[in-house]
């Protein structure tokens, strides 16, 4: 191994002699022995690693060939050489700053990676380590990373790509959705969209013509949506199954992305062929465009999801644009279902009653009992708002029960307080409710706890219903029937209408659908089919032993005519809206004014 030995003046010592200096430091000079320098030869020869070793001042003071080949010069061409010159690491202020305080002792280690220069005009991408070794000179070592490198960058790209479409995958999309939400704010139009699309009816292909042929169908799918997205550049990507995505960076608007969607459908109706299949197939496109300010990956993804689900509730095969509106309203149905059981615990709920008043004599007859939820954050909400979510989570038999008992104990307030003006109270009941619950044992136990007789209670079950009951829902009926509770069909007319049917069921009472009554406009403007129907439905429900009740009663001239035609009692804005019970007390001590 050649090289100065360190100081200057200093003559370095034959290669015959027994020892020869090597500088480990500035003040120390090291001696090898020549069975050391052996050592060094022989691990430098038979090493693969390209190594070296440097002076304290950071010149090579030995190389072996490998280290060589990968810089393509010699050995002997680099003994002498500055190693950070020869590594290119003058040119990087900090890798250079750190170079020299591993060789000044005030670091141990440094560990860097750039392209070395060679001097055919190439260059390697590699990975340099410099270290001290104690009381040795310092050690270089340079690898060969650009293969390595090259391998991750394989690596990675099958582990962000689709391995059937060959698109990019959910992983790599989020992370260029990510992206986008974050630059674009200070860059182009500042705007985002995207396309998220799935294929109706693919699942059928899959079961019917197998996996195979489903494969090669999503890899046509995903060939058309490139060549939709190629002339905006826009990225494509599966997401998963047969979902897709088509992210719209620099957005210029709801125009172009709607556009876009458009294009999708039109490419996707034209038939696949495939495997020898000929194949049609459609999607729904759920679409978001928005300023990039203050969205993010996850908050678009679910605007996209939700605008999707409604491309497929109105009815497929179609794309349908992001409604902040709608999506509010689901919001607040999703809110509102969340809390729907407590708000029942804490006692949220309240009571209005409407009148149902005879029409031949003006005298109330009853009052329908009607729930409203005193929400703490949205007010007060009427039943349309929270029943149907109620039936649909099962807490309606909670709230059935409070409702019934609340009602109840309201009717035996006013049966006390006014005994000579017995009043009806008309309580809903959900189909659940009979299913769910022992509606005849609740119904018995809360009359028997407020002491309301059982002909002051009537319960309200829509026409679709009770028609084709049987099993438990008509014992129940039949049970509540003997009891002495009036059983009333709500919403008659809208449904089977069957009325032979319901001769055989305890029924006692029909409520005519608002959609009659409308048809009673006016004597200028009559309409006589309307009233033709009412009065055959009046005249057979009479025959079967039924009253009748008519509801959305909203004038004195509606109100007339249904007196003529016979209806028993109506039930109206012309009598009174839903009211408070201290307002319906007024009413028995005054009478319903009309209005």
Not at 240 to 259: I, V, Y
Not at 260 to 284: E, K, N, Y
């Amino acid at each position: 191994m050649g090289g100065p030995s360190g100081g200057p003046g200093v003559e370095p010592e034959s290669p015959e002699s027994t020892a020869q200096v090597i500088t480990q430091s500035h003040t120390s000079p090291l001696r090898l022995s020549e069975a050391e320098l052996r050592d060094y030869r022989a691990a430098f020869t038979i090493s693969q690693s390209a190594m070296a070793l440097l002076g304290p001042d950071g010149t090579v003071l030995a190389a072996n060939d490998a280290l060589a080949g990968l810089l393509g010069t010699s050995p002997e061409g680099m003994t002498a050489v500055a190693a950070d010159t020869l590594l290119g690491l003058t040119g990087d202020p900090h890798a250079g700053a750190a170079f020299h305080e591993v060789l000044t002792g005030r670091r141990d280690r440094l560990r860097c990676t750039r392209r070395i220069g060679r001097p055919d005009g190439g260059s390697v991408h590699a990975e340099i380590t410099l270290a001290r070794t104690g009381s040795r000179p310092l050690l270089l070592t340079v690898q060969d990373v650009g293969e390595r490198d090259g391998l991750r960058e394989q690596l990675r790209h099958l582990r962000m790509h689709d391995p059937v479409t060959r698109l990019p995958n959910r992983a790599l999309f989020f992370e260029r959705l990510a992206d986008a939400c974050d630059s674009a704010p200070g860059r182009g139009t500042g705007r985002i969209g995207l396309c998220y699309l799935d294929l109706d009816g693919f699942k059928a292909v899959n079961d019917t013509l197998g996996h195979r042929v489903g494969d090669e169908l999503l890899t046509a799918v995903a060939g058309r949506l490139l060549d939709c997205a190629k002339p905006g550049g826009h990225l494509v990507a599966r997401l998963g199954g047969d979902e897709f995505a088509l992210l719209l960076r620099d957005s210029t608007g709801t125009g172009q992305a709607t556009a876009l969607a458009t294009a999708v459908l039109d490419a996707l109706r034209q038939p696949f062929d495939v495997s020898g299949h000929r194949l049609a197939v459609s999607a729904s496109v759920g679409v978001v465009e928005r300023e990039a300010s203050g969205t993010t990956a996850t908050g678009l993804m679910q605007a996209a999801d939700t605008t999707l689900y409604w491309a497929k509730a109105d009815g497929k095969a179609r794309w349908t644009l992001f409604d902040p509106e709608r999506n509010e309203h689901r919001m607040t149905r999703q809110a509102l279902s969340r809390t729907l059981r407590q708000a029942v615990e804490r006692g949220e709920f309240v009571l209005d009653y409407q009148p149902l008043v005879a029409l031949d004599t003006g005298r109330l007859r009853g009052v329908e009992a009607l729930v409203r939820w005193e929400h703490p954050h949205f007010g007060r909400l009427a039943p349309g708002r929270f029943i149907g979510l109620a039936e649909e989570d099962g807490s309606i038999v909670q709230l059935g029960r409070w409702v019934l008992a609340e009602s109840c104990r309201q009717a035996r307030t006013w049966q006390l307080a006014h005994p000579d003006a017995p009043l009806v109270v008309s309580v809903n009941v959900a189909v659940r409710q009979v299913w769910d619950s022992d509606l005849v044992a609740d119904v018995a136990a809360i009359l028997r706890e407020t002491g309301l007789p059982p002909r002051l209670l009537q319960l309200e079950l829509t026409e679709s219903a009770v028609m084709g009951s049987a099993g438990r829902p008509l014992q129940a009926l039949h049970a509540l029937h003997e009891m002495g509770v009036r059983i009333a069909i709500d919403d008659f007319g809208t449904g089977y209408s069957n009325l032979a049917y319901m001769s055989r069921l305890p029924v006692s009472a029909l409520k005519l659908d608002g959609s009659f009554v409308q048809g009673f406009r006016s004597d200028e403007h009559p309409n006589p089919a309307d009233e033709t129907i009412v009065e055959a439905l009046v005249d057979l429900a009479h025959r079967l032993g039924l009253t009748v009740t008519a509801e959305c009663v909203e004038n004195a001239e509606q109100a007339e005519r249904l007196r003529r035609i016979g209806c028993d009692t109506g039930q109206g804005w012309h009598y009174s809206r839903p009211v408070g019970a201290e307002k319906i007390s007024g009413l028995l001590r005054t009478g319903p004014a009309a209005h």
